[in-house]
């Protein structure tokens, strides 16, 4: 669909004298797309006749909403996981990703003047390493995952294992 304007340049280049074809090639459209808004009115606004796109997540908003509303003002922070759990009970049957993006999407976590600002928790280079493992039951292995807290630089290791001596072994490589 052609915003308002494109379709006063095809008036007004039709008054110039191009050609419908030129016209097309000129603005990168089809020649039948021309031909629709050269025959309609000068006051012609288009419509759009789609039916609103309901996601998965919409029916549970005002929930979501509320939910966030209190934990707002009894000062606490509601992690996305728990808000996802909750509605789980209720029937929402799609993934906490999706969860997520909708969020961000309707921004339903707004700041407000009296959020304290994030703070960014850096550390001196070479001075703090996070660690953890990964599961994996299927193949009967984990992961051991270590990441340096100033470049982010991460290191990972599979092992069969999580015994002390793999960790600490892990931690020397």
């Known amino acids: 669909m052609l915003r308002k304007g494109d379709i006063k340049m095809i008036k ?75 509605i789980v009970k209720l029937g929402y049957d799609d993934s906490l990703r999706w969860l997520q993006q909708v969020m961000r999407k309707y921004e339903l976590r707004k700041r407000t003047k009296d959020d304290e600002p994030l703070i960014r928790f850096e550390t001196p280079a070479g001075k703090q390493m996070q660690v953890d493992w990964v599961e994996f039951p299927k193949d009967n292995l984990s992961a051991f995952v270590a990441t340096m807290g100033y470049s982010r630089a991460s290191y990972v290791e599979y092992v069969d294992n999580e015994k002390v001596e793999t960790l600490l072994g892990c931690h020397r490589r």
């Open 12 to 86: 007004k280049l039709l008054e110039k004298g191009f050609s419908k074809s030129a016209i097309a090639r000129k603005l990168g459209l089809s020649r039948d797309t021309v031909r629709r808004y050269a025959n309609a009115p000068d006051d012609y606004i288009p419509k759009i006749n789609r039916k609103p796109v309901i996601n998965s997540v919409d029916p549970y908003l005002p929930y979501i909403a509320t939910m966030l509303e209190t934990a707002r003002n009894e000062g606490v922070e509601i992690p996305t996981t728990v808000i996802y759990d909750e």
